[in-house]
Nanobody, 126 residues
Framework: QVQLVESGGGLVQARGSLRLSCAASGPTFNTYPMSWFRQAPGKEREFVAGITGIGFTRHADSVKGRFTISRENANNTMFLQMNSLKPEDTAVYYC????????????????????WGQGTQVTVSS
């Protein structure tokens, strides 16, 4: 079983930065693809960025060049560095893990993930 706990959210002004963390527990964490999703009020949960166990990454077009996903397998932690934040980035950000080993495939739909964190709120003011 994998447990995921997000942290690092908060209130920031537009053009500011935040760094989200996702702490994972579980014996095979470093083989799972992991991703960040976000959900704004009244909207569906959407893919933000994902990373495989060997570091292959994928970012949504809306965040390319501004957000960077990374992971430290030794510490069972995944990160999302968010720069040049915009008000439209305001959402609850969720960490997710897929219970299947993958080297280059990063799933982008919610139903492909087996474990979820509780979410952390990110609010960007204009």
């Amino acid at each position: 079983q994998v447990q995921l706990v997000e942290s690092g959210g908060g209130l920031v002004q537009a053009r500011g930065s935040l760094r989200l963390s996702c702490a994972a527990s579980g014996p095979t964490f470093n083989t799972y693809p992991m991703s960040w999703f976000r959900q704004a009020p009244g909207k569906e949960r959407e893919f933000v960025a994902g990373i495989t166990g060997i570091g292959f990454t994928r970012h949504a077009d809306s965040v390319k060049g501004r957000f960077t996903i990374s992971r430290e397998n030794a510490n069972n932690t995944m990160f999302l560095q968010m720069n040049s934040l915009k008000p439209e980035d305001t959402a609850v950000y969720y960490c997710a893990a897929r219970r299947a080993r993958s080297y280059t495939y990063v799933p982008v739909t919610t139903d492909e993930y087996d474990y979820w964190g509780q979410g952390t709120q990110v609010t960007v003011s204009s």
